[in-house]
């Protein structure tokens, strides 16, 4: 059994896997989380064969298209899901159990370095949770902050078929079924409107889209050179940083992020902050459409409940 790292045991701030705060360079990061929940227009059935070479232009029309049914699809949020998902940097880890809800995300911690929680920690959990129920102006203000992380997210999302160069490089072959691989590289060109959008100045990579459901599959970047903000004033990313995203179909053509790993240096104003998380996402089962987040607390608190022991057998039982 892995030992426990000491830290607080009230619910351990950090990103939620779609609505993400860290400061200056968060948004690169929440813009490759859109944790997509509306369904494209899927294709009659997976593809049975590997499909043909695209042309540049064919290329360029994909990328554009399915970037667009991203944005739309971020923006939706009619199909809400509970899921679990696992935090973890190479000191520590944690596991929670989120819920969607129509007022922003609710989240109970279930383990701590992959380990359940003692009955005291579980109690910990209970209290804050009953508070949170009591208190819809602290829910209004996480949803606030989820709000303004998607707008920045949304600013990123319509640059990226402008950042850069798309090339088609081949098929790849994936547990959803085959997908188109484009790699890019930063458009020389690209004159970022926003300061997020900033972040896209140094990137190179692969982008794949699933062929039958046309949505994102895999994205994979890595940062070329430094990149400044307001000359270096504000900040700074820095060389050689990198991202992974992967995106599955979660159940009814339900688009999600399943695995992120961001590895990320960076300077904002005179701190500097390092980044080396992965997240992974899993369990993701459909919830009401227009809970609410008081509905999701006394629903992650059943959720949460450890099973029964079973009772202990004896002569003549």
Request: glycine residues 6%; aromatic residues 6%; charged residues 20%.
């Amino acid at each position: 059994m892995p030992a426990r790292t000491a830290q607080p045991r009230s619910v351990p701030k950090g990103p939620r896997p779609r609505r993400v705060a860290l400061a200056l360079p968060s948004a690169l990061f929440c813009t490759l989380l859109p944790c997509c929940a509306a369904p494209a227009q899927p294709l009659a059935g997976p593809a049975t064969t590997t499909p043909g070479p695209l042309t540049q232009q064919q290329t360029e029309s994909i990328v554009r298209r399915v970037l667009q049914t991203e944005m739309l699809a971020a923006d939706d949020s009619s199909h809400p899901m509970q899921y679990r998902l696992r935090k973890s940097s190479p000191r520590f880890s944690t596991t929670k159990l989120i819920v969607e809800t129509k007022d922003g995300d609710v989240a109970r911690l279930i383990a701590i370095n992959g380990v359940p929680l003692t009955p005291s920690e579980q109690q910990t959990e209970d209290t804050r949770l009953q508070e949170l129920a009591s208190d819809p102006k602290m829910q209004r203000h996480r949803q606030v902050r989820e709000q303004n992380d998607a707008e920045r997210a949304r600013k990123i999302m319509r640059a990226l078929p402008d950042a850069f160069h798309y090339q088609y490089a081949g098929v790849a072959n994936t547990p959803q079924g085959p997908s188109y691989r484009f790699s890019f590289q930063p458009n020389p060109d690209f004159d970022p409107q926003d300061i997020e959008a900033q972040a896209l100045k140094a990137m190179a990579g692969e982008l794949w889209i699933d062929v039958a459901q046309q949505r994102v599959t895999r994205l994979e970047g890595k940062r070329l050179h430094d990149v400044d903000y307001a000359w270096g004033i504000l900040g700074k990313l820095e060389e050689g940083g990198n991202l992974l995203l992967e995106q599955a179909d979660v159940g009814n053509h339900q688009w999600r992020t399943i695995h992120l790993v961001l590895n990320m240096n960076a300077r904002v104003l005179l701190k500097t902050i390092r980044l080396d998380t992965t997240l992974e996402l899993s369990q993701f089962t459909p919830v009401t459409s227009g809970i609410g987040y008081q509905q999701a607390i006394q629903l992650l608190q059943v959720s949460s409940q450890p099973p029964p022991r079973p009772t202990p057998s004896g002569p003549g039982q």
